[in-house]
T-cell receptor
């Protein structure tokens, strides 16, 4: 069974730009969650999507948004990038029956 | 609000020695608890989870953890460390009744070093 895939793996942007990250969950998994990992703040929950609907969200500004498609693939978008948005963005998928998410390798975003 | 405290940001053990990584949580309801491991330049891998069944949970790679409600702890152990266990370990909690199963609150992480 293929794992969670995230594209791109690495990204360099400049302040003020916007970025879109993509996540393909494990086949059959309908829930996709996004996390931000930074040295200072650690791992923080961004949002969760299930069946194309945002089911939960963390405490991030509105510049961070996401969506999920009918095939469960998900994208997250960050607009008006700031230096502090530099982080590893992790996507995770899960099925409703098995409590325990499977994480992808992450997208490392660097904002210059 | 839920929170997770991991005991020690760095732990160093000898190969073959006991691994003990501490985790304490605060939650007003019976939580779900998880341990994840992260190797350099990789995502998180689930080691084990507690979801209100048996209090002693066995995971992958010989790891296990015991849920102790009275101590609000979920410490991770492995009887004999292997060089390949060197990684960063994260304890996490979720509240299935309010935040949902997948909204995890993570601890700050413990970096485990294993020396020969």
């Amino acid at each position: 069974k293929a794992g969670v895939t995230q594209t791109p793996r690495y990204l360099i942007k400049t302040r003020g730009q916007q970025v879109t990250l993509s996540c393909s969950p494990i086949s059959g998994h309908r829930s996709v969650s996004w996390y931000q990992q930074t040295p200072g703040q650690g791992l923080q929950f961004l949002f969760e999507y299930f069946s194309e609907t945002q089911r939960n969200k963390g405490n991030f500004p509105g510049r961070f948004s996401g969506r999920q498609f009918s095939n469960s693939r998900s994208e997250m978008n960050v607009s008006t990038l700031e230096l502090g948005d530099s982080a590893l963005y992790l996507c995770a998928s899960s099925s409703n029956r098995d409590r325990g998410m499977v994480f992808g390798p992450g997208t490392r975003l660097t904002v210059l | 609000a839920q929170s997770v405290t991991q005991l020690g940001s760095h732990v160093s053990v000898s190969e073959g020695a006991l691994v003990l990584l501490g985790c304490n949580y605060s939650s007003s309801v019976p939580p779900y608890l998880f341990w994840y491991v992260q190797y350099p330049n990789q995502g998180l891998q689930l080691l084990l989870k507690y979801t209100s069944a048996a209090t002693l949970v066995k995971g992958i790679n010989g790891f296990e953890a015991e849920f102790k409600k009275s101590e609000t702890s979920f410490h991770l152990t492995k009887p004999s460390a292997h060089m390949s266990d060197a990684a960063e370990y994260f304890c996490a909690v979720s509240d299935p009744f309010s935040g949902g199963y997948n909204k995890l609150i993570f601890g700050a992480g413990t970096r485990l070093a294993v020396h020969p």
